[in-house]
């Protein structure tokens, strides 16, 4: 097997069930094993009501797993490293959710991961399951409006699945989940930033190689690439995402506004207070209230020093499910009110 | 001022002042600024109750200030990049949290800290006000049962936040919550383990030097030295921790135990997770019940590759104010029972 200089692991084809393992032995309270690589609340939410599933490989972690648990996600369908888990097991992932209310299965916008979803719901469909897919593709370095298929899925999903989850509790439709996260979907955008690569866990290579004091603007979750230019301050930096943000969601002045920092790697926690520093100044200068904010690792891609800024325009109802609805899980929890 | 080509800052001077205002600004139902450098909670509690107050230096986020909140810190005193805040600001701090029944100032063991908690206690003491400090030493690299001055604070101290802040907001008194905070403290220990070195945010110098391929325990939160020796498995990583571990608390078959993983840096939680799941298997071969478990980042250094690995014998009140008991704070939230 490769030896690995560069990381604590075992065998490298063993990362993905060791980590989801040592995952659920944190947090059995919440959360727990339902076959190979998949992941379930311990405490399964009541029958009637929608549940919402997800799909996506690891390396990533907290995303997607770390978000199973009351008032978010019902199941998380885990594939290998940067790998989407095949149509097999998000097939399996849906016998086992399978209910008169139906499922909510949300993809993000990668190429593996939609054929497996595509592939599981024909399987689901023949059997009776009810079923309906929500694509995420919040990622807008491909250009402002640019076509939707173009368009990846970064951490945005994790917003989303607060909102659905909290409103699939309260007993919303398989439909009125649809209106709830396609609404949020048409407002939300995210942008990625990246100053060093990092490397992937089974073969120790660097998955991008990006030269010091560089940084790329709108990198993807594997190394995916954006635009190259000379590092510049927090604050320019902050500016100019804002800027691009802003372009592709329009708010308008008096609009309620989330405004999420994605730590992504060894981009540390103290840089990305400052960048959200910055970004909600430009946002209230703009006129505009950030109504909910966080600064949290929540899809990480390795060690990559990198961050995600997500923008969305918030519905009361959205703000609502963010901030005031419980949820129970390893990595988010609200206590509710 | 010094160019940083390896982060998202701005003026290298302005790093803290700017990262807590970042910090309070994402948060704001939940922190504020009471002053320069000062960390308060938006809704302080009842006067009626002790207030729990720590202080260190910035650079490690989201430790200690997001961990202020209801249920556990109700004041942290910030200091410079990896410097202590010095005792005047401590001073300002405590004459902030004045109250009849009394502050209790937990203090991590490095020298600047307690040369700064001694002297704002002593002028403290001179204008009236109640305080008593809490020294916490839960770092056993000095060795086992080294005497307790060569001791240093790892992250240790953010599980005692939650028992003591727990404790504090359902009204024991300052002389009960010291009695709980020190058995704790004599039950609880760290290790950190490190594999890469990270650089100081404001010279852009490594803080330590660490070749690939080698890894060190026992390194401290500045770049402290400890033993070298060449990358093992994260099994093997994870038994020797949990075994020099145990040779400091002792526990014995039977006892319920608290695991946490706290997260340094660059080191992914997928390695984490892997980490987590063979310490755990090797704590209950022992015949120890894992009552609480957590893998997190709580106290970092910058971008080092590194994790600590935090083990305490729980007694039944310190389980109960951990897992059942309700904390409302940016970075550990816990919704109670």
């Excluded at 990381?7 to 190979?36: C, H, M, R, S």
């Excluded at 998949?38 to 907290?62: F, M, N, Q, Y």
């Excluded at 943000?245 to 540390?268: E, F, R, W, Y």
Aim: glycine residues 10%; charged residues 25%.
């Amino acid at each position: 097997m490769t030896q690995i200089k560069t990381k604590f692991i075992n065998d490298p084809e063993q990362v993905t069930p060791e980590l989801l393992e040592g995952y659920v032995l944190a947090y059995p309270d919440l959360v727990t094993l339902g076959g190979e690589n998949i992941v379930l609340r311990t405490h399964p939410k009541d029958e009637s009501k929608v549940a919402i599933v997800t799909l996506g490989g690891s390396g990533h972690e907290p995303a997607l797993s770390g978000f199973v648990g009351e008032g978010m996600l019902d199941c998380s369908v885990v594939g290998d490293v940067f790998a989407a888990p095949g149509a097999q097991r998000v097939f399996q992932a849906l016998q086992l959710m399978k209910r008169e209310a139906g499922i909510l299965l949300v993809v993000l916008n990668h190429s593996g991961d939609v054929m497996s979803a595509n592939m599981a719901c024909q399987l689901a469909e023949r059997v009776g399951i009810k079923v309906k897919q929500l694509l995420t593709h919040d990622d807008i370095s491909a250009g402002i409006d640019a076509p939707l298929n173009d368009r990846r899925g970064l951490a945005g999903c994790v917003p989303l699945f607060k909102i659905l989850g909290a409103a699939a509790e309260e007993g919303k439709t398989i439909d009125e989940l649809t209106e709830i996260g396609e609404r949020f979907n048409k407002q939300v955008a995210t942008l990625a930033v990246a100053m060093r690569s990092c490397t992937h866990p089974q073969n120790n290579a660097m998955i991008s190689d990006l030269p010091e004091g560089i940084m790329e603007i709108g990198m993807g979750q594997h190394g995916e690439g954006g635009g190259r230019k000379p590092l510049v301050s927090a604050d320019d930096t902050a500016t100019e995402m804002v800027d691009l943000l802003c372009q592709q969601i329009k708010p308008v002045a008096g609009d309620q506004v989330m405004l999420i920092i994605n730590k992504v790697g060894s981009t540390t926690q103290m840089e990305l207070n400052i960048i959200f520093r910055k970004a909600y100044k430009e946002l209230e200068a703009k006129g505009f209230k950030v109504g909910m904010g966080r600064i949290q690792e929540l899809l990480t891609v390795q060690e990559q020093a990198s961050f995600q800024m997500i923008l969305a325009k918030l519905d009361e109802d959205h703000l609502d499910y963010l901030k005031n609805k419980r949820a129970d899980t390893p990595y988010w929890t609200t206590i509710g009110k």
